[in-house]
Every structure is written in C-alpha cells, then in structure tokens.
C-alpha cells in the first residue's frame, strides 16, 4: 500500500505545479485540454488516494513507519523516474521540437 501511497503522491506534484502555475498538463479528466481547475483537481485526487492508502496500511498495525517509509519512497521514485523516461521519449505533455 505503501508504494501505491508514493507513486499516487509523486503523480500529484506536476499537477499541483500546473495548477499553481497556470498551465495545462494532460490528466485523465479532460486530456490533453486540462487546464489548471482540472489539474487542481487530480492533483487533489491524487493525494486523497495516497493519503487514503496511508491510513489504511497504519490501519493494519503491527508496522513501523521505517518499513513503510521506505516502499513509499520507492514508490514516489519509480513513478518520478518512470514519468522523466517517458516524457523524455514519449512526449505526452509538449510539442516534441
């Protein structure tokens, strides 16, 4: 749950960025059109899922947050990765010049 947290989290930072910022960046909502309202809203949804997730792995017990801590880590930073590669090599969010 964890990673899930962190991947969600990491997702939510560009959004937030677009939205603070004025711009437009593709979401699920609206696509390639998603103008900053739309960002602010995924973005928010993004972080209420990592939250959410969160919550329900401290829910559990039994673990500290060292374990968690760690696989929410990995997780932000595979998705933050993940997304450098692909716009880099699929742009999604950019005229490729």
């Known amino acids: 749950m964890s990673f899930a947290a962190g991947a969600l989290v990491a997702n939510s930072a560009p959004h937030l960025a677009t939205a603070v910022?004025?711009?437009?960046?593709?979401?699920?909502?609206?696509?390639?059109?998603?103008?900053?309202?739309?960002?602010?809203?995924?973005?928010?949804?993004?972080?209420?899922?990592?939250?959410?997730?969160?919550?329900?792995?401290?829910?559990?017990?039994?673990?500290?947050?060292?374990?968690?801590?760690?696989a929410f880590e990995a997780g932000y930073l595979a998705f933050a990765l993940w997304m450098a590669a692909s716009e880099r090599f699929l742009p999604m969010n950019h005229d490729a010049h």
């Open 21 to 70: 910022t004025g711009r437009r960046h593709m979401t699920p909502l609206a696509g390639r059109r998603s103008g900053p309202a739309v960002n602010a809203v995924w973005a928010g949804l993004n972080l209420a899922g990592g939250a959410a997730l969160l919550q329900a792995s401290r829910r559990r017990g039994g673990r500290r947050w060292d374990d968690d801590l760690v």
